[in-house]
């Protein structure tokens, strides 16, 4: 059985946050919505307000999880 894809962002992001909380940050799941393909995180710690942390999440985390799961369009940052 294969897990759902919840089960796999949760997986991805948990390879990405010891990057996240060497520079004092964090990273937290909220939804997922499949019609969209989108992923909704909300950045915690020092990621919130860091002016690095839309390239994170772009060039990061959007990346890294797109990687892993085709069926990812987009990664959203909510507050």
Do not use: H, W
């Amino acid at each position: 059985m294969s897990n759902s894809i919840e089960q796999q962002i949760e997986q991805v992001l948990e390879q990405v946050r010891p990057a996240l909380r060497m520079d004092g940050g964090g990273i937290e799941f909220v939804k997922y919505e499949s019609e969209a393909g989108a992923v909704y995180v909300r950045l915690k710690g020092a990621c919130v307000g860091c002016p690095m942390s839309e390239i994170t999440l772009k060039m990061g985390i959007e990346a890294a999880l797109q990687d892993a799961i085709p069926e990812i369009k987009e990664v959203i940052s909510v507050e």
